[in-house]
């Protein structure tokens, strides 16, 4: 890679995998919806090739197109009655989110996640004064890696900073695909195994292993903030 990376003037985070643990908790959720339908259960390594896919996408290849509403009802119904007790956030995710807080760059959340569920997991982690912009799925006309959800989350930031400071942080495809598209800074969170294949195929402008390594790095442009 060898980019030379500027302050950044705003930061846009996905969600679930980047700065929520919810891997397991949402392979449960689906499990249950599947057995709601009466199909079969399926084991970790078959969620895996289907975590972060679109919402829309997701949901008619795991149920069917015709069993997609019924699906979302469950899926819905089980991660509002257990999301608090199932879900966590990622370890270093609070101080890099206090970090960037502390130096005044503006955040925002890019997610393929219902937003009204992202929502009540900002307020249950006490993060709302970390954000100033979430977009979750079906908001904008396509949900990543279309780059339409991230050009609408910093129009509802309002950032007027060029795109060569503004930051896109995840840990996916959709993510990498999307901010590609966008033209913004590329930022990904992946151990070294899961990032070898994406960094390959997509324009990666910074790699870390985790959210606390991230913030190291961020800390480079705010002497303040090393402080705190």
């Known amino acids: 890679m060898g980019y030379e990376l500027q302050r950044p003037e705003a930061v846009f985070f996905d ?26 259960p399926f084991t970790l390594e078959d969620f895996r090739g289907y975590f972060g896919q679109p919402r829309e996408q997701l949901y008619a290849e795991l ?3 015709e069993n997609v ?5 469950h899926f819905e119904s089980y991660v509002m009655a257990h999301h608090k007790e199932g879900l966590k956030p990622v370890k270093g995710a609070q101080a890099l989110l206090k970090t960037l807080y502390d130096m005044g760059v503006p955040c925002g959340v890019v997610t393929n996640k219902k937003k009204d569920l992202v929502e009540q997991e900002i307020i249950n982690y006490d993060w709302g004064d970390f954000f100033i912009s979430v977009v979750g799925a079906g908001e904008a006309e396509a949900d990543k890696p279309s780059p339409a959800p991230l050009h609408l989350a910093i129009e509802r930031a309002g950032v007027n900073s060029d795109l060569e400071s503004v930051w896109l942080v995840g840990d996916t495809e959709n993510d990498l695909g999307c901010a ?3 033209g913004c800074k590329t930022i990904l969170i992946a151990n070294d195994a899961e990032a070898a294949d994406l960094l390959e195929k997509y324009d990666v402008h910074l790699h870390k292993q985790n959210c606390d390594f991230l ?3 961020l800390l480079q442009y705010d002497v303040k903030a090393l402080k705190k």
């Open 63 to 65: 149920y069917g197109s």
């Open 215 to 217: 913030r190291e790095f």
């Open 69 to 73: 509403d019924a699906a979302k009802g």
């Open 15 to 40: 969600w679930d995998g980047t700065l929520v643990d919810s891997f397991a908790f949402l392979h449960a959720a689906h499990n249950h919806t599947r057995g709601q339908l009466g199909i079969a």
């Open 180 to 182: 590609n598209a966008v």
